[in-house]
């Protein structure tokens, strides 16, 4: 048995730098950006019409609106909607916590169905099973640029009369049978944070088809203006209003980005191939299956761990590969270490601005809610398991994919090895598993 780094042994990655992450920034990005400086415009002008343009020709839809995050892009959509106090927002709870909290700045409340656990994607027998007379709104998360099972999700839709906002922020280019995502509900939208597939630093945009919502986002996403009357026209629709809004500095970098977003998926996807070519046959570890629904992107590269032939939970196995050099433990504390979001303190213990339980026991609402374990038991269980092992960043080369698999090949052997010889894991420290498990105290109170 080879010696894990963690017992001793030589590290599988030592004395490289870290594995890249990194805005892909090419001269046309720079040229772009100097040329809105030069033209002192530093605010939305022309470029962000010609980004949004751009945006709305690739997703083959009729609008698109380019906003100042993905979480202001959910809030525009939700706002536009009619969602307000007494509403309930059916949510995923394996997502980040933006795909849930947008419904608490409606003032309405996010019920969470439970996931498929083979895509991680909303299960849409659940979603039937959520939904109440309430119910105005379903969010289904296209996560890590799995499409989501769309077909069910819009027949409910239509028969309880709900509106569908997807959340396509770690899926730009994901289609569903042939679709695009983000062009199947009413509104898509997208972040294009550094690190997502396109990226402007901060920033995010919505698709959509339809006139009406289209007016009623631009509205929102600035000082609820009416967009024929123009960018300095004050409130005309006396409605609650905010500023969203992106600058042309962070859309001509954008457009720059739509322009290679074909081949920065196609690179994505080719890195995502190796991985798993490699990986495949590793024991105590399974590659994600892919939808036969649609095509998948590829946002981050999970992988599902099986603690039972492992001998090992989730976290001794971060541990080990971190030895290795090839996975960062800062990673533990992050939205990369994923937990069900109806277990986060901010559900379980109902926390509203000022110190209110608002809007959860809100007077305006008739229902009640409770957040907590059990509620959500394949989510849960997906945390457990599926370990966001790396990026796919275009930058990444053939060797530093060489490392990660060599890496998870390794270690994964000798804990199946340890197993068989009867040998107890123990490398996290309890300062490392306080990172994980505060979710669990906090229910604990
Ligand atoms: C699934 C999902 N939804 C929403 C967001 C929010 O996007 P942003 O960070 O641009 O606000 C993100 C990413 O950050 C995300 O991954």
Same mark, same amino acid.
Request: glycine content about 8%; some cysteine.
């Given at each position: ?6 017992? &001793? ?15 892909? #920034? ?33 997703? &083959? ?20 909607? /009619?969602? &307000?106090?007494?509403?309930? !927002?059916?949510?995923?709870?394996? +997502?980040?916590?933006?795909?849930? @909290? ?13 996931? $498929? ?23 289904? !998360?296209?996560?890590?640029? +799995? ?27 994901? *289609? ?6 983000? @062009? ?7 972040? *294009?944070?550094?690190?997502?597939? *396109? ?11 339809? $006139? ?10 600035? #000082? ?10 004050? #409130? ?32 994505? $996807? ?95 609402? $008739? ?6 374990? /059990? ?40 804990? !199946?090895?340890?197993?068989?010889? &009867? ?23």
């Amino acid at each position: 048995m080879e010696r894990l780094a963690i017992d &001793g042994g030589a590290a599988v990655r030592s004395n490289k730098p870290r594995m890249l992450e990194n805005d892909i #920034f090419e001269q046309e990005e720079l040229d772009a950006l100097m040329e809105v400086a030069r033209q002192k415009k530093l605010r939305r002008a022309e470029v962000t019409l010609e980004y949004e343009k751009a945006i709305a020709d690739y997703f &083959g839809v009729k609008h698109a609106i380019a906003v100042s995050s993905g979480t202001t892009a959910l809030h525009i959509a939700l706002a536009a909607f /009619g969602i &307000g106090p007494g509403d309930e !927002v059916i949510v995923s709870p394996y +997502t980040f916590v933006a795909s849930d @909290t947008c419904v608490l700045e409606q003032n309405a409340i996010p019920i969470f169905a439970d996931v $498929d656990p083979r895509y991680l994607t909303l299960d849409p027998a659940d979603v039937e099973r959520k939904i109440t007379k309430r119910t105005k709104a379903i969010i289904p !998360v296209h996560i890590l640029g +799995t499409p989501v099972d769309m077909d069910p999700l819009m027949e409910l839709a239509r028969k309880h009369n709900l509106w569908v906002l997807e959340d396509c922020a770690q899926a730009p280019g994901a *289609t569903y049978h042939g679709k695009r995502v983000g @062009t199947i509900g009413h509104v898509g939208t997208f972040s *294009t944070i550094s690190g997502k597939i *396109t990226s402007t630093g901060e920033g995010g945009f919505v698709t959509t088809n339809d $006139d009406d919502l289209f007016e009623k986002m631009w509205g929102y996403q600035d #000082f609820a203006r009416k967009r024929s009357l123009g960018m300095a026209s004050k #409130f005309h629709w006396g409605l609650p209003c905010t500023n969203y809004r992106i600058t042309n500095l962070q859309a001509a970098i954008g457009l720059q980005q739509m322009r290679r977003i074909d081949a920065l998926l196609a690179k994505r $996807d080719a890195n995502a191939r190796y991985l798993t070519n490699r990986l495949q046959n590793v024991p105590g570890i399974q590659v994600l299956p892919k939808p036969a629904w649609g095509e998948r992107v590829y946002y981050y590269y999970a992988i599902r761990i099986q603690p039972e032939m492992l001998g090992s939970d989730m976290l001794n196995f971060a541990v080990a590969l971190a030895a290795e050099g090839i996975y960062d433990l800062s990673y533990l504390g992050t939205s990369r270490w994923i937990i069900p979001q109806h277990m986060q303190p901010l559900f379980v213990n109902k926390t509203g601005y000022g110190g209110t339980k608002c809007p959860f026991e809100c007077p305006w609402y $008739d229902g009640h809610v409770e957040y907590g374990p /059990g509620l959500c038991p394949e989510a849960e269980r997906a945390c457990e398991q599926v370990f966001w092992l790396s990026s796919v960043n275009p930058l990444l080369q053939v060797q530093d994919l060489d490392d990660i698999a060599t890496a998870v090949e390794k270690v994964a052997n000798a804990f !199946v090895d340890k197993k068989r010889a &009867g040998i107890p894991i123990h490398y996290a420290t309890n300062d490392q598993r306080d990172k994980i498990e505060f979710m669990e105290r906090v229910y604990q109170k």
